[in-house]
C-alpha cells in the first residue's frame, strides 16, 4: 500500500509540475513575448518569410491583459513607453482582427505622404540611396507556397528573383532598408494622410508587396491603426525556415539566427 501511495503522489507530482509549466508558459506569452512567424513577404529583406520570432510585448504594455484577480495591482494596458518610428511592430489588423508586422511610419499627428515611391514625413523628404539589389530565387516560398514579386520579370521558377534596394533615413536620423518593384505603381503616389491622435501609421519595407496604411479598410488595407491594437515590438529573429514548415530544420537559414530586427 505504501509503494501504491507513493507511486501515486509521484504521479500527482508530475502533473501539478506540467500543469504549472503550462500555466507560467501561458503567463509569460500573455505578459511578456509572443511568437509570430512571418507568413508574407511584404516587410522583405528585413523580415523573410519563414523568419520565427517573439514580440516584445513588454515594450508598449500589456496588451488587452485583464487580471482575474480583484486585487490585481494591472488590468487592461499599462504604456511602459510610446512607440516610436522605425520600430517593426505586430498589431492587430483594425478591421478582422488578424495579426500584421509592419514598420512604424507615422506617429500621431504626423502628416505622411508618398511622393514618386518617396516618402514624406510632415513635409520633410525621407531620403533613399541606392544600396545595391535584393536577389532570390523565384520558387514558391512559406507554407503558401507564394512565389516572390520580381522587378525583373518575368523570372522562370528556379531563375534569380531581382529588386532595387534601397536605405530610407528618417528625419530623426535612423535608416532602414526597402525595396522597389514597380516605378510610379498604386501606393507609390498618395494623398497627404494626416495621423488621427491615438493612431498609427505603418507601411511595409517591400514597398510595392504590402498592403499597410496607404490603402483604405474598406478596400482590404490597413488604414490607420489604434494604439490599444498593438500587440508588441520585433526586436530579434529568433531562427529562420526557407521551407514550407519551420519543423524542417534542414531548411534553416545559419545566417538568421538571433538576428537583429533593425
Same mark, same amino acid.
Not at 508598449?60 to 494591472?74: E, I, L, M, T, V
Not at 506617429?107 to 525621407?126: C, F, H, K, M, S
Not at 531620403?127 to 516572390?148: A, I, L, R, Y
Not at 490607420?224 to 529562420?240: E, K, Q, Y
Given at each position: 500500500?505504501?509503494?501504491?501511495?507513493?507511486?501515486?503522489?509521484?504521479?500527482?507530482? +508530475?502533473?501539478?509540475?506540467?500543469?504549472?509549466?503550462?500555466?507560467?508558459? %501561458? =503567463?509569460?506569452?500573455?505578459?511578456?513575448?509572443?511568437?509570430?512567424?512571418?507568413?508574407? %513577404?511584404?516587410?522583405? #529583406? +528585413?523580415?523573410?518569410?519563414?523568419?520565427?520570432?517573439?514580440?516584445?510585448?513588454?515594450?508598449? %504594455?500589456?496588451?488587452?491583459?485583464?487580471? &482575474?484577480?480583484?486585487?490585481?495591482?494591472?488590468?487592461?494596458?499599462?504604456?511602459?513607453? #510610446?512607440?516610436?518610428?522605425?520600430?517593426?511592430? !505586430?498589431?492587430?489588423?483594425?478591421?478582422?482582427?488578424?495579426?500584421?508586422?509592419?514598420?512604424? =511610419?507615422?506617429?500621431?499627428?504626423?502628416? !505622411?505622404?508618398?511622393?514618386? @515611391?518617396?516618402?514624406?514625413? /510632415?513635409?520633410? #523628404?525621407?531620403?533613399?540611396?541606392?544600396? $545595391?539589389?535584393? +536577389? #532570390?530565387?523565384?520558387?514558391?516560398?512559406?507554407?503558401? $507556397?507564394?512565389?516572390?514579386?520580381?522587378? /525583373?520579370? &518575368?523570372?522562370?521558377? $528556379?531563375?534569380?528573383?531581382?529588386?532595387?534596394?534601397? +536605405?530610407?533615413?528618417? &528625419?530623426? @536620423?535612423?535608416?532602414?532598408?526597402?525595396?522597389?518593384?514597380?516605378?510610379?505603381?498604386?501606393?507609390?503616389?498618395?494623398?497627404?494622410?494626416?495621423? &488621427?491622435?491615438?493612431?498609427?501609421?505603418?507601411?511595409?519595407?517591400?514597398?510595392?508587396?504590402?498592403?499597410?496604411?496607404?490603402?483604405?479598410?474598406?478596400? @482590404? %488595407?490597413?488604414?490607420?491603426?489604434?494604439?490599444?491594437?498593438? =500587440? @508588441?515590438?520585433?526586436?530579434? =529573429?529568433?531562427?529562420?525556415?526557407?521551407?514550407?514548415?519551420?519543423?524542417?530544420?534542414?531548411?534553416?537559414?545559419?545566417?538568421?539566427?538571433?538576428?537583429?530586427?533593425?
Amino acid at each position: 500500500m505504501a509503494s501504491k501511495a507513493k507511486s501515486d503522489g509521484g504521479i500527482l507530482e +508530475t502533473v501539478k509540475t506540467v500543469v504549472y509549466a503550462l500555466l507560467i508558459a %501561458g =503567463i509569460f506569452r500573455t505578459l511578456f513575448f509572443q511568437p509570430f512567424w512571418i507568413p508574407s %513577404g511584404s516587410m522583405k #529583406e +528585413t523580415l523573410l518569410i519563414g523568419d520565427f520570432l517573439f514580440v516584445n510585448k513588454m515594450a508598449y %504594455g500589456y496588451s488587452r491583459f485583464s487580471c &482575474p484577480f480583484s486585487a490585481c495591482p494591472f488590468s487592461g494596458r499599462l504604456l511602459f513607453s #510610446e512607440p516610436k518610428r522605425g520600430d517593426v511592430v !505586430v498589431f492587430k489588423h483594425p478591421v478582422n482582427g488578424s495579426d500584421f508586422i509592419k514598420r512604424l =511610419i507615422g506617429l500621431p499627428g504626423d502628416t !505622411v505622404q508618398i511622393r514618386q @515611391g518617396v516618402l514624406y514625413l /510632415n513635409g520633410v #523628404e525621407a531620403p533613399q540611396v541606392s544600396n $545595391g539589389v535584393f +536577389t #532570390e530565387t523565384n520558387e514558391p516560398q512559406g507554407p503558401m $507556397g507564394s512565389p516572390p514579386r520580381c522587378q /525583373n520579370a &518575368p523570372v522562370g521558377v $528556379g531563375g534569380q528573383c531581382t529588386k532595387e534596394r534601397f +536605405t530610407e533615413t528618417f &528625419p530623426e @536620423g535612423t535608416s532602414h532598408q526597402v525595396l522597389n518593384i514597380d516605378t510610379n505603381g498604386y501606393g507609390d503616389n498618395t494623398d497627404v494622410f494626416t495621423v &488621427p491622435q491615438g493612431q498609427y501609421f505603418f507601411m511595409g519595407d517591400n514597398r510595392d508587396n504590402s498592403q499597410d496604411s496607404r490603402y483604405g479598410q474598406s478596400v @482590404g %488595407g490597413v488604414g490607420f491603426v489604434p494604439a490599444d491594437h498593438l =500587440i @508588441g515590438r520585433a526586436d530579434r =529573429i529568433m531562427f529562420s525556415s526557407a521551407g514550407a514548415s519551420m519543423l524542417y530544420f534542414w531548411t534553416w537559414r545559419s545566417d538568421r539566427f538571433f538576428k537583429a530586427v533593425e
